[in-house]
């Protein structure tokens, strides 16, 4: 009796984190970026215009607006050539401009329309034979690293969990990759879930009559 009294508690302890895990992780990036917009706008504010109550969420308004009058900015000419100045500094000072440049990345790929860096969600044996990764193929090798090899090799980027934006550059034979049905961001999904949160299978079912049977 006390083992299942036991079982049944760590049951629900489990399925209490899996559901308020995502939510209290969530509601605190979002109180982090709230707050910080909060206070960056009481220090930038003068006095006279500083409400007496800053209503909650008034950082998240600041943020929509900041985000709104740099996509403007950066929307014209002027705009256009500051940005590229400050990248030009950006990309002289060091460590700050690897830093800079991954973000950039990321981001690019992650908010681009077609998604484009990362074109087909695949499945290959890493890290070794037996073992299976999720991985993003990127496009086919091409100059040195295509010659030193008999194979047409293709560019997968392995993510890790649960940080996707993380991982590992591999190159595959061809004929050793497994295209899935499954979009880039479902697979992210999977990836940040450890594998819990499954995309659907929209493998096709072959039926009696189709399979010759």
Do not use: C
């Not at 293709?154 to 061809?174: C, H, I, Q």
């Not at 499954?182 to 499954?198: N, P, Q, R, W």
């Amino acid at each position: 009796m006390t083992v299942q009294v036991g079982r049944k508690l760590k049951k629900y302890l489990l399925t209490g984190l899996v559901v308020l895990g995502p939510l209290g992780l969530t509601l605190l990036v979002v109180q982090w970026v709230v707050g910080t917009m909060d206070r960056l706008i009481l220090a930038v504010l003068p006095d006279a215009l500083r409400p007496e109550f800053l209503f909650p969420g008034f950082g998240v308004l600041g943020t929509l607006l900041l985000v709104l009058l740099v996509g403007m900015l950066t929307a014209n000419v002027l705009g256009r050539t500051l940005f590229a100045f400050s990248e030009h500094l950006m990309g002289k000072i060091p460590l700050i401009k690897g830093i800079y440049g991954l973000f950039k990345q990321v981001t690019e790929t992650i908010f681009s329309k077609d998604k484009g860096g990362f074109r087909k969600v695949v499945l290959i044996e890493y890290p070794r034979r037996g073992l299976w990764s999720v991985g993003f193929l990127t496009g086919t090798a091409e100059g040195e690293l295509q010659r030193a090899t008999p194979h047409r090799l293709a560019n997968v980027f392995v993510p890790t969990t649960p940080m996707p934006t993380s991982g590992f550059y591999v190159l595959v034979p061809e004929n050793d990759v497994v295209e899935l049905q499954m979009t880039v961001d479902e697979a992210f999904k999977l990836i940040v879930s450890g594998g819990m949160v499954a995309p659907p299978d929209r493998t096709p079912v072959m039926t009696t009559e189709e399979s010759g049977e």
